[in-house]
């Protein structure tokens, strides 16, 4: 079986003696594989992914390679399945980092994520910041300039290039690629956008909303009478946040055994691994403003709101019927609209119409 323990400190304070033990068990941590030999545990994250992955081989009755889930705490274990795929894992394998290759992939990872957040901003407020920093991060992302050295400085020019872009865009802000939450309380999350070209948009952002505690929760949803209290609004317009056990989830989440997200690295895979929970909504903005958010103004004990990656899209723009009206209509034949219906008083009529089996419109002066 495999165990876990922690300690305050990798090695004895000073002023403890050689030898001291700090190391506690933790009692709720235990993986057993029905009485077979374990060894070797691997652990790891991926880039861009705050929970771990635990790997590890059982080899008493046949070798057999497996991996599970952890929290961003390394504990909590789900999912434990096979290792399956083209590879050959060996058990207790590790690839060795130089520091400057492990900063190189923290550099990367950060470009990955705020490249994300400067492309939606370049299509509604282009500046020539933000194309030079796309531009630089596609550079650097792409291709190999025949040295690490090299890399490593095109991928640095990449982020500090994508970080001017955000801080010459005051409407909008660079995310820290952490999960946002509120837990067992009200709130009113808000971002006013002004500048904006008048036009339709779509406002997209990933979350859930749970109901109270798993227990309260599951018992809302599946007695029919659970309350969506999370809003997502932008200016007039609003809906319900999903809800945790929105049927778009079903196909990777289960009741029994329980596997729905239960902290923000749950969160953080559903939404950037699983691409699960997308709330969207299209307004139209007159006035260039726009403002967008998350609230919650009704208390459930336990209750939960999670959310990340706010996306902003530009449809453009639609010519209003109100900027074209007849003039002068002559014949005999009668004129209707587009619906079918006569138009009796044709001389009052603004808009577009049908007459001689064609459509006449024509712009004002």
Known sequence: ALSRATAPYLVPAGDKTTGACQWVRDPDFGIDESGQSIEAPSQFRYIGSKRWQLGYQKYSNGYNYRIMDLDEHGANPANRRDISGD?????????????????????????????????????????????????????????????????????????????????????????????????????????????????????????????????????????????????????????????????????????????????????????????????????????????????????VGADWCCFDNFTLRYLGRTDAVTAIRIDGVKGTERCSSLKGMYISEIDNYHGVYIQNGQKKIKKLN
């Open 87 to 299: 590879l050959a894992p060996q058990h207790g394998s590790f690839v060795k980092l130089t520091e400057a290759e492990y900063r190189y992939l923290e550099t990367w990872e950060q470009v990955v994520t705020l490249l994300d957040k400067v492309k939606p901003i370049h299509e509604v407020l282009p500046t020539d910041e933000s194309r030079t920093a796309i531009e630089k991060a596609g550079h650097a992302l792409a291709d190999d300039l025949g040295s690490f050295a090299a890399n490593a400085a095109a991928m640095q020019e990449a982020l500090a290039a994508l970080e001017k872009a955000l801080e010459k865009t005051p409407a909008f802000t660079a995310a820290n690629g952490y999960v946002a939450e509120y837990y067992n309380t009200n709130f009113d999350f808000s971002q006013t956008l002004t500048g904006l070209p008048d036009g339709d948009y779509e406002v997209t952002v990933q979350g859930f909303y749970r109901m109270g505690g798993i227990n309260e929760a599951t018992a809302a949803h599946n007695g029919g009478t659970e309350e969506l209290n999370a809003i997502f609004y932008a200016n007039s317009v609003e809906t319900p946040m999903l809800s945790l056990y929105d049927g778009s989830a079903s196909g990777d989440y289960t009741m029994s055994p329980y596997n729905y997200p239960d902290n923000v690295g749950g969160a953080d895979e559903a939404f950037n691994r699983k691409h699960l929970y997308v709330n969207t909504i299209r307004l139209s903005v007159s006035g260039g403003t726009l403002k967008i958010g998350i609230r919650k103004d009704k208390h």
